[in-house]
């Protein structure tokens, strides 16, 4: 069956940096779209990035564009998110998820989570 798990969140300092990792197992990665999600303590879920199969397009929410980079090693089934200058806001859980932009955010507006991992918790905090 599909799995997702991420790792990699902990506790960092405003301007910190992190990298996410989410191994991912059950299916043919190479051929996945992937996507971060987060979702902040009394929020609901917040589409993040967007990685195509090749790796060779990606998108950003408006709130870290320039500040994260989403990457993919198929080799290792393995989806990354590099986090720079964190803010107190980007404090949430960040899940990944398989699947495109237009079903992950589907799947927010439903309340549903087809194939989302377990999440791992950034705090961004002094």
């Known amino acids: 069956q599909v799995q997702l798990v991420e790792s990699g969140g902990g506790m960092v300092q405003p301007g910190d940096s992190l990298r996410l990792s989410c191994a991912a197992s059950g299916f043919d990665f190479s051929v996945a779209d992937m996507t971060w999600v987060r979702q902040a303590p009394g929020k609901g879920p917040e589409w993040v990035s967007f990685?195509?199969?090749?790796?060779?397009?990606?998108y950003y929410a408006d709130s870290v564009k320039g500040r994260f980079a989403i990457s993919r090693d198929n080799a290792k089934n393995t989806l990354y998110l590099e986090m720079s200058s964190l803010k107190p806001e980007d404090t949430a859980q960040y899940f990944c998820?398989?699947?495109?932009?237009?079903?992950?955010?589907?799947?927010?507006?439903?309340?549903?989570?087809?194939?989302w991992g377990q999440g791992t918790q950034v705090t961004v905090s002094s």
């Open positions: 990685i195509n199969p090749g790796g060779t397009i990606t």
């Open positions: 998820a398989r699947g495109g932009r237009i079903a992950i955010q589907n799947q927010i507006l439903r309340g549903q989570r087809e194939w």
